[in-house]
């Protein structure tokens, strides 16, 4: 490949042979509320957790989006389930719904291992 | 033994159904901790049994308090419990009397009529068979109101009846059989014998016109056999089962056995001594936003079913309303937290990311909660107070906020929680402070229920608002403001603090009272003990909060919790404030009056 003197970072990247859309499926499924998200960033601006570690819950909204669940286990164990999030959800969504059906579904498929 | 055919089935009944319930509560009652089984043991000999008889005399057969929420729907069930029970103890009088002795064969006492066909003489028979003859009308009027239940619910006030298994439809059949078949073969005797009172005795003489009761008399003392005997049979898989595990819930409650944190056998008395009445139906404002398949009846009821979901589980706003109604008096909202958590256990996080540390020193924390941290003119407000007047307090989640831990526990997530609270607990007693002042009612109940803080006192804002203006901290004025006060269900049913938030309020405006307060007070549909319900179902729990709010024509609507004020705020024009605002308010209001400065209002 010619190199230009710039590469994209893999954590950049999104590998769509990895993507894992079950979990969003079922999420979207479950919580439909999760479909009218804008990525605005109001849930993290402001997080409780987020306050304490670097935790991102949007980013966490992303990852979901793009079937990225490794590391979600991980991510999502940092949320305090304060409910702060959903409060100023311009677009009304049960955020704390999301997070309870990630914490469940992470264990559920297996992301970790990620058994596709 | 000479003991007829036709009463056997009935006496196997009753053999199976008390076998079985003595092997149930061994087992349930074995299923408890063994602190519990020690406080059983303990408590037995003592003036508790007592108590118990008489609360089971009270609850179970007279049905008080359901009989005060619902006087029909009480009458019902008063009938049909009392007026059976009163039935067979006279059947026993009656044949004790008859017999002059205690030691004679079941059976008679309760086919005394077709054991004993000679006509009462002394005035005592004739009074014995006079009152199971009033008795039995007196049965009958609870039948036919259940039955009329059954197809009209609206005169017992109830918008929803419960439905019905195919156990229940069974032991329904046999109990409303029961009754009837009973008046009939004792007619069918009297008719025959003269051995009936002012209600058999008549319908036997009209009987006996018409039709040969000599040839039916037997097959009729049968069906009664039988009817009793479907009844006891199908009890175990029908929801009359909640009968003797209610009464066994009273004596277990009594020695003193609670809930915990995880599914035991006290968990499975309470399941079961659901009497499905429905009430919690009644109480639940759910049913404003069309949820009507959650409520603690029919969540109680998947358990038992073995097929409670998540989607129903965590689709409640913990908000204590049925609870507080529930005329058997379950926890219903720790008996869902149990259930939550047992649901998630395979989840929990570790928060390792927690630091620890040495706190400043001060005589008060102020705990602000995340919902505070929402609303920032309370967190101003009650700022503003401290400073005014003169307190050493640490500000505790000025910017490195955790959060209290009760959103996790009411979401089933115990062991995180915990984490949470052991890294609280440090932070507060490092502090060597005395008070732990707190703005949030969700804080408050978890600081109260599951911190262990010693010489610690915590304190919702109302409490400690109300000593400083005692103590002449802050100075008090009289606004021209009417306000309704909204008690926040954590704050109220949750911690029963329904005075001092008054007290307090009193001082700064005048209070018009609703009849939704206190522990009848409203959920402002806000609450984060439900995971499952949608914006739009929650605004519409609110406003329909907020119509009865302005019914009483308010100028200001007054709570004290952020959460409520936050989620009403949404809805209205009508200002809302938080008490601490109130006092703020109040307090610079009479400095400047005070000041002789004159401010547009
Ligand atoms: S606040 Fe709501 S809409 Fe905005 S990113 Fe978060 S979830 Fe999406
Ligand atoms: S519930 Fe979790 S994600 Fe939402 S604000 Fe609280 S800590 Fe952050
Ligand atoms: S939970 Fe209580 S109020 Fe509800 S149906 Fe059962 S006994 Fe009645
Ligand atoms: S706690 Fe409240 S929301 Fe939940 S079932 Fe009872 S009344 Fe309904």
């Not at chain 1, 479909?35 to 605005?40: D, F, L, P, Y």
């Not at chain 2, 049913?287 to 009821?301: G, R």
């Amino acid at each position: 490949m010619v190199s230009f003197g710039f590469e994209l970072l893999d954590s950049k990247r999104i590998d769509y042979n990895k993507s894992d859309g079950r979990l969003l499926n079922e999420i979207l499924e479950k919580e439909p509320s999760f479909k009218r998200c804008i990525s605005c960033g109001g849930c993290t601006a402001t997080c409780t957790a987020g306050s304490l570690t670097n935790f991102n819950i949007r980013k966490i909204n992303l990852m979901l989006r793009h079937g990225q669940t490794e590391g979600l286990e991980k991510e999502i164990s940092k949320c305090m389930l304060c409910g702060k999030c959903f409060l100023v959800c311009p677009r009304d969504i049960n955020l704390r719904n999301v997070i309870m059906l990630i914490k469940k579904g992470v264990l559920k498929y297996n992301t970790e291992k990620k058994k596709i | 033994m000479d003991i007829p055919f036709f009463a056997w089935p009935f006496l196997l009944g009753i053999t199976f159904i008390i076998v079985f319930f003595i092997i149930i509560s061994i087992i349930w009652i074995t299923g408890l901790s063994g602190i519990d089984r020690v406080r059983i043991r303990k408590n037995f000999f003592t003036v508790k049994t007592f108590q118990a008889i008489w609360e089971v005399f009270r609850e179970s057969l007279i049905h008080r308090k359901m009989y005060k929420r619902n006087p029909v729907l009480g009458y019902m069930h008063m009938s049909f419990a009392f007026g059976w029970f009163l039935l067979i103890v006279v059947g026993h009088i009656e044949a004790a009397v008859h017999y002059h002795t205690l030691n004679f064969p079941f059976w008679k006492s309760i086919f005394f009529r077709y054991a004993e066909t000679n006509p009462p003489v002394t005035f005592i028979a004739k009074a014995f068979s006079a009152a199971s003859d009033f008795l039995l009308i007196y049965i009958f009027s609870g039948v036919f109101l259940a039955l009329y239940k059954r197809f009209n619910s609206k005169p017992f006030g109830m918008k929803k009846t419960t439905h019905l298994k195919t156990g229940d439809k069974i032991a329904l059949i046999g109990l409303w059989l029961i009754f009837p078949t009973r008046y009939v073969c004792e007619s069918i005797t009297a008719g025959i014998y003269h051995n009936g009172s002012f209600f058999t005795q008549p319908t036997g003489n009209f009987l006996a016109s018409f039709l040969p009761l000599q040839s039916i008399e037997l097959a009729s003392w049968w069906v009664y056999s039988l009817s009793l005997a479907v009844f006891f049979f199908a009890l175990p898989v029908s929801r009359y089962m909640h009968i003797p595990v209610e009464i066994l819930l009273i004596f277990v409650r009594k020695y003193g056995v609670r809930l915990k944190k995880h599914v035991n056998g006290y968990t499975r008395i309470q399941t079961f001594a659901c009497s499905r009445c429905g009430v919690c139906l009644d109480s639940c404002q759910m049913i404003k936003a069309n949820i009507n398949n959650s409520q603690s009846v029919y969540f109680l009821k998947q358990i038992r079913g073995r097929k409670l979901n998540d989607e129903q589980l965590f689709n409640c706003l913990l908000c204590g309303r049925c609870q507080k109604d529930c005329p058997v008096g379950l926890d219903l909202n720790d008996l869902r937290i149990t259930q939550r958590i047992e649901s998630t256990k395979t989840y929990n996080s570790k928060y390792d990311y927690l630091k620890g540390g040495i706190s400043p020193q001060a005589d008060v924390v102020y705990f602000t909660g995340c919902m505070t941290h929402l609303t920032p003119s309370i967190k101003k407000a009650m700022l503003n107070v401290l400073d005014y007047a003169n307190i050493n307090y640490w500000f505790m989640d000025k910017d490195e906020a955790s959060c209290c831990g009760r959103p996790l526990m009411q979401a089933g997530q115990y062991e995180a929680a915990k984490k949470l609270i052991r890294n609280n607990t440090e932070k507060i007693l490092s502090s060597g402070a005395k008070i732990l002042l707190v703005s949030c009612p969700i804080c408050y109940q978890i600081f109260n229920e599951d911190y262990k803080l010693p010489g610690v006192k915590v304190m919702h804002h109302s409490e400690y608002l109300l000593e400083l203006v005692n103590q002449g901290l802050i100075p008090t004025i009289k606004l021209p403001v009417n306000a309704v006060y909204h008690d926040p269900c954590t704050l109220g049913r949750g911690s029963h603090i329904y005075e001092p938030p008054r007290e307090l309020l009193k001082n700064y405006l005048s209070l018009i009272p609703m009849k939704q307060e206190k522990e009848d007070a409203l959920c402002c549909g806000g609450s984060l003990g439900n995971i499952k319900i949608e914006m739009d179902e929650r605004k519409q729990i609110r406003d329909d909060v907020l119509d009865t709010f302005k019914s009483y024509n308010p100028d200001q609507i007054i709570t004290a919790c952020p959460l409520c004020k936050k989620t009403f705020a949404m809805g209205t024009d009508i200002e809302i404030h938080d008490l601490a605002e109130v006092v703020w308010k109040g307090i610079s209001r009479k400095e400047h009056l005070d000041k002789k400065i004159r401010l547009p209002i």
